[in-house]
């Protein structure tokens, strides 16, 4: 079973910030089936990225991911305030087919 | 517009069941991969099925036996029928269209990308 572990749990940092998550899986992945997504409270998550490094429709250039193997990393380079939220990484492909992160909150400082 | 909205949740108590509606809007449920991801109250994202456009279908451990995934063509509706309901299957339940392409023999994997707003199940006595 693969399993995702996101770090930090939590991160505090300033709007115009640069914010770097990471997640590692417990084994290999193929670059081609790692997600991020991004959920606020009360709303449903919104995919980010796709491919390790693809930007969804509509998913500002301040966002990027990159990785491959067994570390992925999503970077937002410019924090703005509508950026604090819960993001998670989420894997496809082996058993369970698909897992998730257990999301890192990111926090305004 | 591409949307999915969800309908169906409620209380129930142990041991009942619950269907889950999904309906599609903007697109073809049955032409594309579909999902069920839930969240417990103050936790995170957790996958409970999926049925592919072929209709082949998969359940996380968690739910295996209990639920079941389908999909109604001329309704272009997903559902997820629960039963024999536990207390930890309390949640929020989301629908969301998986995306999948294939080009040149390979095969590549873009995301949830569409989700509806969720619809919350509590299983309580």
């Known amino acids: 079973e693969i399993v995702l572990t996101q770090s930090p749990g939590t991160l505090s940092l300033s709007p115009g910030e640069r914010a770097t998550l990471s997640c590692t899986a417990s084994q290999s992945v193929s670059s081609s089936y790692l997600a991020w997504y991004q959920q606020k409270p009360g709303q449903a998550p919104r995919l980010l990225i796709y491919?390790?490094?693809s930007r969804a429709t509509g998913i500002p250039d301040r966002f990027s991911g990159s990785g491959s193997g067994t570390d992925f990393t999503l970077t937002i380079s410019r924090l703005e305030p509508e950026d604090f939220a819960v993001y998670y990484c989420q894997q496809y492909g082996s058993s369970p087919m698909y897992t998730f992160g257990q999301g890192t909150k990111l926090e305004i400082k | 517009e591409v949307q999915l909205v969800e309908s169906g949740g409620g209380l129930v108590q142990p041991g009942g069941s619950l269907r889950l509606s999904c309906a599609a809007s903007g697109f073809t449920v049955s032409r594309n991969y579909m999902t069920w991801v839930r969240q417990a109250p103050g936790k995170g994202l957790e996958w409970v099925s999926v049925i592919y456009s072929g209709g082949s279908t998969y359940y996380a451990d968690s739910v295996k036996g209990r639920f079941t995934i389908s999909r109604h063509n001329s309704k272009n509706t997903l559902y997820l029928q629960m039963n024999s309901l536990r207390a930890e299957d309390t949640a929020v339940y989301y629908c969301?269209?998986?995306?999948?392409?294939?080009?040149?023999?390979?095969?590549?994997?873009?995301?949830?990308?569409?989700w509806g707003q969720g619809t919350t199940v509590t299983v309580s006595s």
């Open positions: 969301a269209r998986d995306a999948h392409r294939c080009s040149g023999g390979s095969c590549y994997y873009d995301g949830m990308d569409v």
């Open positions: 491919g390790a490094s």
